[in-house]
Nanobody, 115 residues
Framework: QVQLVESGGGLVQPGGSLRLSCAAS????????MGWYRQAPGKSRELVAG???????MYVDSVKGRFTVSRDNAKNTMYLQMSSLKPEDTAVYYC?????????WGQGTQVTVSS
């Protein structure tokens, strides 16, 4: 199993920024394609950003131009830089591999965008 610890969430006003971090208990980011997922109340989980082992990135249309995914293999950490945040970005954000691995889940970090 791999422990993932997400952090960096919080309450931010619309238009604000946050940087989320995902720390892994062992070196996985050079082995697996990884992603940031989010789940809002009453909605299904969605993949919002991904990064491959070859550093290719993908973003769901709703966050393109506002979110940037990156990773530091030496630190076993992945990041999600979020800017121009909107109320509809409010959700619990999780990191995991792409595709999902049930043994990789962390506790998530809450992001709330509200004035």
């Amino acid at each position: 199993q791999v422990q993932l610890v997400e952090s960096g969430g919080g309450l931010v006003q619309p238009g604000g920024s946050l940087r989320l971090s995902c720390a892994a208990s062992r070196s996985i980011f050079s082995i697996y394609d990884m992603g940031w997922y989010r789940q809002a109340p009453g909605k299904s989980r969605e993949l919002v950003a991904g990064i491959t082992r070859g550093d290719s990135t993908m973003y769901v249309d709703s966050v393109k131009g506002r979110f940037t995914v990156s990773r530091d293999n030496a630190k076993n950490t992945m990041y999600l830089q979020m800017s121009s945040l909107k109320p509809e970005d409010t959700a619990v954000y999780y990191c995991n591999s792409v595709p999902l691995r049930r043994s990789f889940w962390g506790q998530g970090t809450q992001v709330t965008v509200s004035s």
